[in-house]
């Protein structure tokens, strides 16, 4: 509802909304409009789902994931982290020179 609201009188504003709001707010309202549809209630109560979701994890599993999944996506996050950086900053300001050491 909030972000609604915010999209809203954003748009009256003349500002531009943050498209993760919109797809946000968008998805909220398919979620809700989905459940209406379907006869349930809408609840809105806390919910853990890291304790069903790793109910079973063994340190084997861990292992695994770290070697096959997490160690081989590091050099590409931490690519994309330097080409975005360099990106802003060469749009944030294009007149400074950089040296390089």
């Given at each position: 509802?909030?972000?609604?609201?915010?999209?809203l009188a954003s748009r009256h504003a003349g500002e531009r909304v943050?498209?993760?709001?919109?797809?946000?707010?968008?998805?909220?309202?398919?979620?809700?409009?989905?459940?209406?549809?379907?006869?349930?209630?809408?609840?809105?109560?806390?919910?853990a789902p890291a304790l069903w979701a790793?109910?079973?994890?063994?340190?084997?599993?861990?292992?695994?994931?770290?070697?096959?999944?997490?160690?081989?996506?590091?050099?590409?996050?931490?690519?994309?982290?330097?080409?975005?950086?360099?990106?802003?900053?060469?749009?944030?300001?294009?007149?400074?020179?950089?040296?390089?050491?």
């Open positions: 509802g909030t972000a609604l609201c915010f999209v943050p498209s993760a709001l919109t797809l946000f707010s968008v998805g909220v309202l398919l979620a809700a409009g989905q459940l209406a549809y379907a006869g349930e209630p809408v609840r809105f109560r806390p919910v790793l109910s079973g994890v063994d340190g084997t599993d861990a292992t695994r994931a770290l070697l096959d999944a997490a160690l081989p996506q590091l050099p590409l996050t931490t690519l994309n982290s330097v080409v975005s950086v360099c990106h802003l900053a060469k749009q944030l300001a294009p007149e400074a020179k950089v040296t390089p050491r």
